[in-house]
């Protein structure tokens, strides 16, 4: 008798870890609903030569180009691409920028944050100052830490604090005098070493912010991996996809580049996904040349972490912007010339 009762206490404990093990692969497969493909659609701006960002701040489409040239920021009407003004001016001089580098928005606030990479300093360009005096300059910057340089992932948790992305804590924040705020650091909460084998300077995962701030999403760069966290840590969700591995080719090794940039509305998160090596190294003559490959998908999940679709796109990004408003993604695209496009987006809850 007791060892049939035993025999079905084992039964019972192995189907019970057996339900355990199922339900967790499930909770960490990463199976999207939907599998679209999007055609694009080339902007062609005769004001606009070598485009590298593009930013949306209500009707507003912001380009910022890398021509060193005054007005290398320029302002257009986004329903008829009609030129508004320009700002920004390469230069040593007061409000002028050394070395630009990948601008943010606030857009509550109608502002453009340029960080100058040269000057140590993130610069603040009103849409409205913009837009009343072309060519206009900036006489308002926040200094960044010698030690915080290069700053990565700058991003806005309100009008007084920047967040970006650090060592430890896994999410820092910054006043506008310069100062680090510790007590709103964020330790990384997850399993994952985001920094193995990688250095600052190789920005190792994105994060982004719910609009109403109560939630952030993180994605990896290196690995299928994704998760959510609250403001003080907590994690709300993860969930896996395939290892990673690198790629080999004779002496040169090429990590595989999963999620990039992200951006973000109430509903969902649009995340820049390749998959596929950072670069291909071909021989050309006598040397060799090395290729980036830049992402040719956008991946959609909701802020329980549920995946939604997964988009292939005509042409790689290297960068997209969200417009709320018309429902599209702007981006850049280097294969096409000047790079300037936009995909309509559909509705992922029909």
């Not at 190789?202 to 939630?215: A, C, G």
């Not at 790629?247 to 992200?262: A, N, P, V, W």
Request: net charge positive; glycine share 6%.
């Amino acid at each position: 008798m007791n060892g049939t009762k035993n025999t079905y206490i084992y039964l019972v404990i192995s189907l019970v870890c057996i339900c355990f093990v199922n339900t967790k692969c499930r909770k960490n497969e990463m199976v999207f609903s939907q599998q679209l493909e999007l055609e694009a659609k080339v902007i062609t701006i005769p004001s606009v030569n070598n485009p590298k960002y593009v930013r949306i701040i209500d009707s507003c489409l912001i380009v910022t180009e890398k021509n060193m040239e005054n007005g290398f920021i320029k302002v257009f009407q986004k329903n008829n691409l009609t030129f508004l003004s320009s700002a920004g001016r390469f230069g040593k001089g007061p409000g002028e920028i050394v070395n630009p580098a990948r601008s943010f928005v606030d857009e509550e606030n109608r502002i453009l944050w340029c960080p100058d990479w040269g000057k140590h300093k993130i610069w603040l360009f009103p849409l409205d100052s913009i837009l009343q005096k072309s060519n206009y300059l900036p006489n308002y910057s926040v200094p960044i830490p010698t030690k915080l340089m290069p700053i990565r992932g700058l991003n806005i948790y309100n009008h007084k604090i920047f967040a970006f992305i650090n060592f430890s804590p896994f999410i820092s924040f910054l006043n506008h005098t310069g100062e680090e705020i510790d007590s709103l650091g964020i330790r990384n909460p997850f399993r994952i070493d985001f920094w193995d084998k990688l250095s600052l300077s190789e920005m190792s995962y994105s994060f982004i912010f719910k609009p109403d701030r109560t939630k952030i999403f993180i994605a990896s760069q290196f690995e299928n991996f994704i998760g959510g966290i609250d403001i003080n840590g907590e994690i709300l969700f993860t969930s896996e996809g395939s290892k990673v591995k690198e790629i080999i080719s004779g002496t040169h090794r090429d990590k595989i580049k999963t999620y990039g940039q992200l951006q973000a509305d109430d509903k969902y998160i649009y995340c820049l996904y390749s998959g596929k090596g950072k670069g291909i190294l071909q021989q050309q003559g006598k040397k060799k040349q090395y290729t980036i490959r830049y992402p040719d998908k956008i991946r959609v999940f909701n802020w329980n972490g549920t995946p939604i679709a997964e988009i292939q796109l005509e042409f790689p990004l290297f960068f997209m912007a969200v417009d709320k408003e018309l429902h599209r993604i702007y981006g850049m695209a280097p294969e096409v010339s000047p790079s300037l496009v936009y995909y309509e987006l559909p509705d992922f809850e029909k």
